[in-house]
C-alpha cells in the first residue's frame, strides 16, 4: 500500500513544540488550503500537521509560523474516538516526513534577487 500526501498552504499559527513522558519530542501546527466553491464562494481547509522527527524540527521549526507558505510531505493517519456524548468522531491528521518552505510573495524574490546583485564587487 502506499500513503503520501503533498499539500500546498499556509500556516495557521506558529508550531507548538511538546516533549511526551518518555521524550518523543513533536512539533504541531496546521496549513489553511483557500479554494473556490461551486457557487464561487471562498472556502478554507485546515489541515492539521504533526511532525515526530527531531531532526525535522531542528531545521525547520524556528520557520513555521503564522502566514508562511509552505509545502508538507507526509502521509495521513486516521484516528477515531468517543466523545462525551458516546459519537464517534473521526479525526484525519498529516504526519509530516519533509517540509519546504516557499516565498512568500515575488516582491520578496525580486529583492533577494537584486540583494545579491549588489554584492557583485564590479
Do not use: C
Not at 29 to 34: D, G, L, P, Y
Request: aromatic fraction near 8%; charge should be neutral; glycine fraction near 6%.
Amino acid at each position: 500500500m502506499f500513503n503520501r500526501i503533498i499539500l500546498e498552504g499556509r500556516v495557521g499559527k506558529d508550531i507548538v513544540i511538546s516533549i511526551s513522558d518518555t521524550g518523543v519530542v513533536s512539533g504541531r501546527f496546521s496549513i489553511a488550503q483557500n479554494y473556490l466553491s461551486k457557487n464561487k464562494e471562498k472556502q478554507t481547509n485546515w489541515f492539521p500537521i504533526t511532525i515526530f522527527s527531531q531532526e525535522l524540527i531542528d531545521r525547520i521549526g524556528a520557520y513555521i509560523t503564522k502566514g508562511k507558505h509552505v509545502i508538507v510531505e507526509g502521509y495521513i493517519s486516521i484516528k477515531s474516538s468517543e466523545n462525551k456524548n458516546g459519537e464517534e468522531k473521526i479525526y484525519t491528521d498529516i504526519t509530516a516526513t519533509n517540509i519546504h518552505l516557499v516565498s512568500s510573495s515575488s516582491k520578496e524574490s525580486k529583492e533577494t534577487k537584486d540583494d545579491k546583485k549588489e554584492e557583485i564587487p564590479f
